[in-house]
């Protein structure tokens, strides 16, 4: 078992930038890859980032990429998000999730454990 925090989310204006921060607790963290999904209103959580729980190599949506960076300290549990350059349609709940699964799932079933989510909210 793992319980997972996020926090860092908030308002921004387009083109500005937040860090979003997962603590894990429970299990050993480097057990886990650790993902990052997001869900606007009225539509399905989807996959944005993942870090692989072994060699920390990512994977991004590519809505995302080279704007968002996704980084993981093992000594702290803690994973980061960070979200440069945003957009009014990155505006979502962004949720953290772990699975203990070798490769690195990009849909939602694949990870066992979830956060509570925190909000992204960015005005145009």
């Known amino acids: 078992q793992v319980q997972l925090v996020e926090s860092g989310g908030g308002l921004v204006q387009a083109g500005g930038s937040l860090r979003l921060s997962c603590v894990a607790s429970g299990r050993a963290f480097s057990d886990y890859t650790m993902g990052w999904f997001r869900q606007a209103p009225g539509k399905e959580r989807i996959f944005v980032a993942a870090?692989?729980?072994?060699?920390?190599?990512?994977y991004y949506t590519d809505s995302v990429k080279g704007r968002f960076t996704l980084s993981r300290d093992n000594a702290k549990n803690t994973v980061y998000l960070q979200m440069n350059s945003l957009k009014p349609e990155d505006t979502a709940v962004y949720y953290c999730?772990?699975?203990?699964?070798?490769?690195?799932?990009?849909?939602?079933?694949?990870?066992?454990?979830w956060g509570q989510g925190t909000q992204v909210t960015v005005s145009s």
């Open positions: 870090i692989h729980r072994n060699d920390g190599s990512t």
């Open positions: 999730a772990a699975t203990s699964v070798y490769h690195v799932p990009v849909t939602t079933g694949e990870y066992p454990y």
